[in-house]
């Protein structure tokens, strides 16, 4: 294929930063620089002589991807924006938009499929297929209109949004979230809806609340229908007592034959069968929402003009033309059918679908005026009369729907309906509003932004606080200790990380959930009033992050680590994927930025928020200057005390050794993990008392920061596990390990997706650690040799100590007893730990070995 990778963004991202909605597409330079220049002029030739797609680029690389994004465009059916983007020589990138995630990949794939069989000397499918193949993702997966109202409404009052399980509709994060279906919200009446679905209990609700309906009977076989109608009168009309949309309704009923008949019609789709007295008049469609009346429709049926030429199949056939007209909900009219139900009104007029209407003559297809059998509807909100508008209100109320269609019939809405016989003849729950919102005729009506009202009171946006974390080292450690604040306050925190995702205290999910489908599961909890996310470079280059916006965000710093992966080849390059988290904070939010990091510190020019730097060393030129400003920062005075600087004022936090995470301050890079913590606690409104108190109460035990300097005594010697997978998380550990003294032993181990110039810098840190080495193995080494990595690895051993020897032993458990069979009372061992959680499993077992 001439493309080698599609990821789709679904928040803020690498690539744009309005835009969150972007599907990504990388060509395969290397495949494409094969096609001849023959084949070129071919495909060119093709383009234009199809789709009149031509591109001003003479690079046919980029030609290639011009043509397929902007076949992919016209192929949703929108003029949807894309650009070409080069990072480097022969890698190039499509940008496209998109408003359905599916219809775009399916879109993206047909052309460059397109293009492909065209490679291949194959027959590509024609415009109409692909367009045909594209509408049926469409209708699948696109929102209909009812919920594209709501979610637009919501939109404009900055509530989040996201799709949740099953494909509901998910307003606001966490505690505030409320789900959607359509007009079925979160706070529906399930009792209500029964009601309204089951049209005999609507009418017997109605009933005795003394409400205007239509008289009649429920029949269950045709011996009843008799009686019924000399009960009754004709005209009448039979409907299914649980249908919708119109479904099987026969109106305009005079005698027993066609009585009979509508019966028949009707329990097709359900027994018993409603027969009810026809109300004379027009039909009317009132929207009730909290039981405060918003909108009303005159609704008509389906119909055609005469021009005395055209029959009625021919009317219909242009009139579907209409570009309002599409399938099923698609389009704000929907296209019309011709069926049985159709050839019988067109009989009752004594009309045929060959007949030929005389010119200006309004032929009516249907008996029924819903929309989704291709009726009409003009908007008439403003002339309902007073009394009209309590009676929906009160339907409303007395069948219990939040949202609510009242369907009434009356030969004038302007006089109450006590005056001209008119009833209401049903209450529909989850009701179309794209009659109200797109009407053939009179003034449209916004109607999602009552409905998003009652879920979302004025002042409520459906947030709760999101602190985001990102950098190369630190990230976990820092969520974690941001968490145990937010939750010493009193908050339900959901955090997710390289370790797992918790939900107050309880992990629900375990092993790296750094990414944004993770962040995603916490802000689907609604127990979480709280959410700390730890946003890794994987995740925001696979499809950005899994939320709009946060309050705040960290960057510990950055530095070399994953390099060559992903098309990202420099620090700076990394620095720009992490920028992502910073850039996506609120405008009256904080970035919270490394001073003593030069990446980080240098995203501030980048944000569109507050900004604010932590740094452990006072005397930090970047910190300096930016409080001289008035600029907020945390630091570390030479006496480890802490401070919160804004406005050209300290204020005195805890001294350093209080924290048990910084091991009596000795630990800077811990340090500098919790400075921005204090920071983010002061900014989430946390009081400094609290603060202090929830920072000098974590105990940075095995269980609550694994793999984070975790040690252990075993046979009076001290071991250590640490995640150190970077040159940059080595040096600070090294830097922690120069306040030991003794033998020093390390058993080293390094991903094998790393850059082999990674992999020996790794080996020379190592060298000036540890008077012994051990080189152990992660069971997956990602795609690199084994012998490769311990190659690079002594390469870079041998740089710094020409001749020391070191020993390779694979696994976990055997390295770990080597080196304490091997070690002295008062050395110390540290083991580089590839799985945190497991390598801690494994010393524990063996610390009881020993103690045995």
Same mark, same amino acid.
């Given at each position: ?31 494409? &620089? ?15 002589? $199809? ?37 480097? +020589?022969?890698? #190039? ?8 995630? $599916? ?119 045709? &011996? ?43 329990? $097709?789709?359900?027994? +018993? ?50 570009? #309002? ?45 819903? #929309?989704?059998?291709?009726?009409? !509807? ?7 009369? +007073? ?51 797109? +009407? ?9 932004e009552p409905i998003v009202e009652l879920m979302f009171p004025k002042g409520d946006n459906g947030r709760i606080p999101i602190v985001a ?13 941001? !968490? ?21 205290? $309880? ?83 904080? !970035?919270? #930025? ?42 570390a005075d030479i006496e480890g005390n802490i401070f919160i600087c804004n406005d050209l004022c300290k204020t005195y936090v805890f001294n ?10 000795? !630990? ?61 998380g080595l040096k600070a550990l090294a830097e922690y390990l120069k306040h030991y003294s003794g033998k020093k032993t390390g058993i080293i ?7 082999? &110039? ?51 032993? /694979? ?21 580089? /730990? ?19």
């Amino acid at each position: 294929m001439i493309t080698s990778e599609i990821r789709i963004m679904r928040g803020p991202n690498m690539w744009s930063r309005n835009q969150h909605r972007l599907i990504v597409i990388k060509y395969d330079s290397a495949a494409i &620089s094969k096609i001849d220049s023959e084949k070129q002029r071919f495909i060119s030739d093709y383009f234009w002589s $199809e789709y009149q797609i031509t591109s001003l680029y003479s690079d046919f690389l980029y030609c290639l991807a011009d043509y397929s994004l902007k076949l992919a465009s016209i192929l949703q059916g929108s003029s949807l924006d894309y650009h070409i983007i080069s990072p480097a +020589p022969d890698i #190039l990138y499509g940008i496209l938009h998109y408003e359905t995630e $599916e219809v775009a990949s399916e879109a993206i794939k047909i052309a460059t499929e397109i293009i492909q069989s065209l490679i291949n000397n194959e027959n590509p499918v024609n415009f109409s297929e692909a367009q045909q193949l594209v509408k049926i993702v469409s209708r699948k997966y696109s929102e209909g209109p009812t919920t594209a109202m709501i979610i637009q409404a919501a939109r404009d009052r900055k509530i989040p949004i996201s799709k949740g399980p099953a494909g509901f509709t998910v307003l606001g994060y966490g505690k505030k979230q409320k789900k959607i279906s359509a007009a079925i919200t979160q706070q529906t009446s399930c009792i209500a809806v029964e009601i309204a679905c089951d049209k005999d209990d609507t009418k017997k609700f109605l009933k005795s609340a003394n409400l205007p309906i239509a008289d009649g009977k429920l029949a269950s076989d045709e &011996s009843e229908l008799l009686n019924i109608a000399e009960q009754v009168g004709y005209p009448l009309v039979t409907k299914p007592y649980n249908g919708n949309q119109g479904k099987r309704v026969t109106c305009g009923i005079k005698n027993m034959e066609d009585l009979i008949s509508g019966f028949r019609y009707a329990s $097709e789709i359900s027994k +018993p069968v409603i027969v009810e007295k026809q109300i004379i008049g027009s039909d009317y469609r009132i929207l009730v929402v909290g039981h405060r009346f918003i909108a009303a429709s005159l609704r008509q049926p389906a119909s055609v003009f005469g021009d005395g030429i055209s029959t009625i199949s021919e009317l219909v056939e242009t009139e579907n033309f209409n570009p #309002l007209r599409g399938e099923g909900h698609e389009n704000v009219l929907t296209k019309i059918s011709l069926d049985a139900c159709t050839q019988a009104h067109l009989e009752k007029q004594g009309l045929q679908l060959n007949s030929v209407p005389a010119k200006g003559q309004q032929i009516f297809l249907r008996s029924t005026a819903n #929309l989704s059998t291709g009726g009409t !509807a003009e908007d008439v909100t403003d002339i309902v009369h +007073p009394s009209n508008i309590l009676i929906a209100e009160r339907v409303s109320r007395v069948i219990g729907l939040d949202v609510c269609g009242i369907d009434i019939i009356s030969q004038d809405i302007t006089k109450p309906l006590s005056e001209n016989g008119g009833a209401i003849i049903e209450v529909n729950a989850a009701p179309g509003l794209r009659m109200h919102k797109f +009407p053939t005729k009179g003034k449209p009506r916004e109607v999602g932004e009552p409905i998003v009202e009652l879920m979302f009171p004025k002042g409520d946006n459906g947030r709760i606080p999101i602190v985001a974390i990102t950098g190369t080292n630190g990230k976990t450690t820092t969520t974690r200790l941001m !968490a145990h604040v937010a939750s010493h306050s009193g908050y339900r925190v959901g955090f997710s990380s390289t370790d797992g995702i918790y939900v107050g205290n $309880e992990m629900i999910n375990s092993g790296d959930c750094s990414g944004p489908q993770s962040a995603l599961t916490i802000l689907h909890d609604n127990a979480v009033d709280f959410a700390v996310l730890e946003c890794a470079r994987g995740g925001i280059i696979r499809s950005g992050l899994g939320f709009d916006q946060c309050d705040i965000a960290i960057v510990t710093n950055v530095a070399a680590d994953h390099l060559g992966l992903k098309d990202i080849f420099t620090v700076q390059d990394l620095a720009k994927v992490k920028a992502v988290v910073p850039c996506a904070v609120k405008s009256e939010g904080w !970035a919270i #930025l490394n001073a003593a990091n030069e990446h980080a510190y240098k995203m501030k020019d980048f944000v569109k928020c507050n900004v604010a730097l932590f740094c452990s060393d006072e005397k930090n030129t970047y910190l300096q200057e930016h409080m001289s400003k008035g600029g907020t920062a945390v630091f570390a005075d030479i006496e480890g005390n802490i401070f919160i600087c804004n406005d050209l004022c300290k204020t005195y936090v805890f001294n350093l050794t209080e924290a048990p995470v910084t091991r009596n301050g000795k !630990a800077k890079f811990m340090v500098e993990n919790l400075l921005p913590v204090v920071l983010a606690a002061y900014f989430s409104g946390i009081q400094i008392e609290e603060i202090k108190r929830a920072l000098t109460g974590f105990n940075p035990t095995a269980e609550q920061t694994p793999g984070r300097i975790n040690e252990f005594e075993i046979n009076g010697i001290n071991l250590i596990v640490d995640y150190a997978h970077n040159p940059h998380g080595l040096k600070a550990l090294a830097e922690y390990l120069k306040h030991y003294s003794g033998k020093k032993t390390g058993i080293i181990a390094v991903p094998g997706d790393r850059r082999d &110039s990674d992999i020996i810098e790794f080996g020379e840190i190592a060298a000036t650690m540890y008077d012994e080495i051990i080189i152990r193995l992660d069971r997956d080494t990602r795609g690199r040799s084994e012998e490769s990595i311990v190659k690079f690895l002594k390469e870079g051993i041998q740089n710094v100590k020409p001749g020391f020897d070191c020993k390779v032993i /694979a696994d976990s458990t055997s390295a770990i007893h080597y080196a304490i069979d091997r070690g002295q009372k008062g050395s110390t061992v540290v083991i580089c /730990a590839e799985n945190a959680l497991e390598t801690l499993e494994i010393t524990k077992n063996i610390a009881q070995l020993y103690q045995v």
